[in-house]
């Protein structure tokens, strides 16, 4: 790792812009972290413990350069060297300012804390975990994280898994995307994406692991199709069941290092299942335009009463969106008819979105804010007008 010289301020441009849903995903926050210190050993530490939240900090070695970006980094981590220094300057007392110090703190540096109006002391490495949370919650709270999206069945067979690897495969087609298969009992993502036989991570891995999994170790050792990175489980019966640790690390990373990130949830009840959902910016209910169909998703929306963005996904034409819409109580984000050849293409490996035509990569083309795929002819079901209504 590059440390910067003495003076130099060592970051993306402040005017870097946000990345949107679809481009290139960096593991950095928009807007960095501020390092103040002009201590080797404790810089070397603290951009290793920054790295591994996939923070890329902009380290300042005095205090004069330190207060260029003071006030608009969201966090600052002020070394134990220049803390008395700064603390001179006045930089004015702002949130989750942390003083740091490699091993015992000095009583003398507490009072300098105070003066600096910074949190608290941090003592390294004792406190090293600690500091890696702090700065990987934060960056999942920033702007230019993935857009995660869940997708759940209204009834068995809706169509859940089908479409949340059309999602992923459209979303990779401009960026690294994610597809996490939450549901043990599933035919394995996958299998349907043509990956079952490559090499990396399946779920039982991440399940021996502990700790903060990086944003680019998880992009890495995903099994691939092109830029879209799968989780999923061995189909070989090995015990299988969704740990709350793993998948919040899972998605926690998955959101780091991703675009789009898309998770396949399971019906079945399950409290982790719920805290996941809530994790997901939208939660997709795939639904049959059927009765059963319609039960299922009003039995979704009692489920998942409380999230903000939560719309049905209408497959079938024997309602209109608007009957389902009144009945269910959702928006109806898009209605498609059914998709042909999708087992055919799954069984060449190609994944269930073997070409941007279709009614499907027309639904996750709406869906994903990417309208008018190639050569897309409008009049399809899957186009909706602005409140989610079939054209
Ligand atoms: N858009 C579509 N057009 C045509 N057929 C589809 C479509 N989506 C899914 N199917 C078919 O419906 C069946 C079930 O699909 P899928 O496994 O995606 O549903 P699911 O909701 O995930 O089911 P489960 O309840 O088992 O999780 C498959 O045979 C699939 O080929
Ligand atoms: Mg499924």
Same mark, same amino acid.
């Given at each position: 790792?590059?440390?910067?010289?003495?003076?130099?301020?060592?970051?993306?441009?402040?005017?870097?812009?946000?990345?949107?849903?679809?481009?290139?995903?960096?593991?950095?926050?928009?807007?960095?972290?501020?390092?103040?210190?002009?201590?080797?050993?404790?810089?070397?530490?603290?951009?290793?413990?920054?790295?591994?939240?996939?923070?890329?900090?902009?380290?300042?070695?005095?205090?004069?350069?330190?207060?260029?970006?003071?006030?608009?980094?969201?966090?600052?981590?002020?070394?134990?060297?220049?803390?008395?220094?700064?603390?001179?300057?006045?930089?004015?007392?702002?949130?989750?300012?942390?003083?740091?110090?490699?091993?015992?703190?000095?009583?003398?540096?507490?009072?300098?804390?105070?003066?600096?109006?910074?949190?608290?002391?941090?003592?390294?490495?004792?406190?090293?975990?600690?500091?890696?949370?702090?700065?990987?919650?934060?960056?999942?709270?920033?702007?230019?994280?993935?857009?995660?999206?869940?997708?759940?069945?209204?009834?068995?067979?809706?169509?859940?898994?089908?479409?949340?690897?059309?999602?992923?495969?459209?979303?990779?087609?401009?960026?690294?995307?994610?597809?996490?298969?939450?549901?043990?009992?599933?035919?394995?993502?996958?299998?349907?994406?043509?990956?079952?036989?490559?090499?990396?991570?399946?779920?039982?891995?991440?399940?021996?692991?502990?700790?903060?999994?990086?944003?680019?170790?998880?992009?890495?050792?995903?099994?691939?199709?092109?830029?879209?990175?799968?989780?999923?489980?061995?189909?070989?019966?090995? /015990?299988?069941?969704?740990? &709350? +640790?793993? %998948?919040? *690390?899972?998605?926690? =990373?998955? !959101?780091?290092?991703?675009? #789009?990130?898309?998770?396949?949830?399971?019906?079945?009840?399950?409290?982790?299942?719920?805290?996941?959902?809530?994790?997901?910016?939208?939660?997709?209910?795939?639904?049959?335009?059927?009765?059963?169909?319609?039960?299922?998703?009003?039995?979704?929306?009692?489920?998942?009463?409380?999230?903000?963005?939560?719309?049905? /996904?209408?497959?079938?034409? &024997? +309602?209109? %969106?608007? *009957?389902?819409?009144? =009945?269910? !109580?959702?928006?109806?984000? #898009?209605?498609?008819?059914?998709?042909?050849?999708?087992?055919?293409?799954?069984?060449?490996?190609?994944?269930?979105?073997?070409?941007?035509?279709?009614?499907?990569?027309?639904?996750?083309?709406?869906?994903?804010?990417?309208?008018?795929?190639?050569?897309?002819?409008?009049?399809?079901?899957?186009?909706?007008?602005?409140?989610?209504?079939?054209?």
């Amino acid at each position: 790792m590059v440390v910067p010289e003495r003076g130099d301020i060592f970051s993306m441009t402040p005017t870097t812009p946000l990345r949107s849903a679809g481009s290139r995903p960096t593991d950095a926050p928009a807007v960095p972290v501020l390092v103040v210190s002009d201590d080797e050993m404790l810089l070397a530490a603290l951009l290793r413990l920054a790295a591994a939240a996939d923070v890329t900090p902009v380290v300042a070695r005095d205090p004069i350069t330190a207060l260029r970006t003071w006030s608009r980094a969201p966090v600052v981590l002020v070394g134990a060297d220049l803390a008395p220094a700064l603390a001179d300057v006045a930089p004015g007392s702002r949130p989750r300012t942390f003083v740091v110090a490699h091993g015992r703190a000095p009583d003398e540096l507490f009072r300098t804390t105070l003066r600096l109006g910074a949190e608290q002391v941090v003592e390294l490495p004792g406190s090293d975990g600690w500091l890696v949370e702090q700065l990987a919650d934060l960056t999942e709270r920033l702007p230019g994280r993935a857009r995660v999206i869940g997708v759940i069945g209204g009834t068995g067979g809706a169509g859940a898994t089908t479409l949340a690897c059309a999602l992923g495969q459209w979303a990779a087609r401009g960026a690294p995307a994610a597809v996490i298969d939450c549901d043990p009992q599933g035919p394995g993502l996958d299998r349907i994406l043509g990956v079952e036989r490559n090499e990396g991570f399946r779920w039982d891995a991440l399940c021996q692991t502990s700790g903060r999994l990086s944003a680019r170790a998880l992009r890495e050792a995903l099994p691939r199709q092109g830029e879209l990175g799968v989780l999923s489980w061995y189909v070989d019966g090995r /015990v299988q069941t969704l740990q &709350a +640790f793993a %998948a919040r *690390e899972a998605l926690s =990373a998955a !959101r780091r290092g991703h675009g #789009v990130v898309v998770v396949d949830l399971p019906r079945s009840p399950d409290p982790l299942v719920d805290e996941i959902a809530a994790r997901c910016d939208d939660l997709l209910v795939v639904t049959l335009a059927s009765v059963v169909g319609v039960a299922g998703a009003a039995r979704m929306r009692a489920r998942f009463a409380d999230h903000a963005g939560a719309a049905v /996904v209408l497959r079938g034409e &024997a +309602f209109g %969106a608007e *009957e389902v819409q009144r =009945a269910v !109580r959702l928006p109806v984000r #898009v209605q498609m008819r059914d998709q042909r050849g999708l087992d055919e293409a799954i069984d060449l490996g190609l994944g269930p979105l073997r070409s941007s035509r279709g009614p499907l990569a027309r639904a996750v083309a709406r869906i994903l804010g990417d309208d008018a795929p190639d050569g897309a002819p409008g009049g399809d079901l899957a186009a909706t007008d602005a409140r989610g209504l079939a054209a």
